[in-house]
């Protein structure tokens, strides 16, 4: 039995005719998440209703994804003791998609890393490969189909965050072995270098982030001590944090993007809820329940 046949889930809403940049649709993707690794579903944001996607190939327990144009690439994850470098692809382009294994494999494997994509690489960093957590970072060109390594972040991150903003990437909390940390650091693939920007003002393991107007947002993690509802936000220009309104839900391994001006935040540890933030109004907002917890899913807009 599909994990996503319940009542939650609606009819298939019927496809767009013509493929919407990422994030120009009302669409978000939700890929796994803790007992339920293969499961994929859609969202559509503007008429709270899921569909069913195409299962995974492989069951990846916290893997990472990106979207390169409407091409989800699903990298590493570990599935018991066996910890993958495989990639596999959803190209939501063909008229019947379904995932392709038939990628170039990561220099390393990594399961807790974090990916996203910058000026059409796709960049991968940290993790946690069953013995150590990692500092190095990868990136892979998806026209040359090739993998190349950067250099390795300034510390060991996993269950950290990666994002891009104005030409750099920001990696974000995340820790070694479940200790939190608060560090932020900065990637500048013009000179190849990692320097530290002000630390958060809380400790985050597990905490997702998105970058909307602007500014960096740092949701929910784990402090070390205690799950967290809490949000900050990192001004670009400022260079500095400040408090956002907490979440409803407690959530350390939650996943958030960006639809229409909007974070949509999914699940995390004990969480089945879907909230949104809108910065117009600076509150969150209880959505609907997903199918099932999902503790770190892969959350994309398409
Ligand atoms: C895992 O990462 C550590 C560094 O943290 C490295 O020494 C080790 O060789 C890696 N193991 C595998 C299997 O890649």
């Not at 200790?179 to 809380?202: F, H, L, S, V």
């Not at 391994?253 to 109004?281: H, M, N, Q, R």
Request: hydrophobic share 35%; glycine share 8%; proline share 4%.
């Amino acid at each position: 039995m599909h994990l996503l046949v319940t009542s939650l889930v609606s009819q298939i809403s019927a496809a767009p005719a013509c493929k919407a940049k990422p994030g120009q649709s009302d669409e978000i993707l939700i890929i796994g998440g803790w007992n339920c690794e293969r499961s994929v579903a859609k969202f559509n944001t503007k008429k709270i209703q899921w569909s069913n996607m195409p299962d995974t190939n492989i069951a990846r327990r916290w893997p990472s994804a990106v979207n390169y144009n409407q091409q989800i690439l699903l990298m590493g994850g570990r599935q018991g003791s066996t910890y993958y470098n495989s990639v596999e692809m959803l190209d939501l382009n063909d008229e019947n998609p379904k995932w392709d294994s038939n990628l170039p494999s990561m220099g390393e494997e990594r399961c807790l890393f974090a990916s996203v994509l910058l000026d059409g690489l796709v960049y991968c960093a940290g993790g946690y490969n069953g013995t150590g957590s990692l500092s190095s970072c990868e990136s892979y060109n998806p026209e040359e189909k090739k993998w190349s390594s950067i250099r390795n972040m300034n510390i060991k991150r996993s269950s950290h965050s990666l994002v891009s903003a104005r030409g750099l990437l920001y990696a974000l909390g995340g820790g070694v072995s479940n200790c939190a940390t608060n560090t932020a650091e900065c990637y500048d693939p013009r000179n190849g270098k990692w320097e530290y920007i002000p630390p958060m003002k809380t400790c985050r393991y597990g905490l997702t982030a998105v970058v909307l107007n602007n500014e960096i947002y740092a949701i929910g993690g784990y402090d070390g001590s205690k799950y967290l509802s809490s949000v900050e936000k990192y001004n670009l220009d400022t260079k500095t944090w400040i408090d956002v309104p907490s979440m409803n839900h407690l959530r350390s391994g939650g996943s958030a993007c960006v639809v229409d001006g909007l974070i949509w935040v999914f699940g995390g540890y004990g969480a089945k809820t879907v909230e949104f933030y809108d910065p117009a109004t600076n509150k969150w907002q209880v959505s609907t329940n997903m199918d099932s917890e999902r503790n770190f899913p892969c959350v994309l807009s398409i």
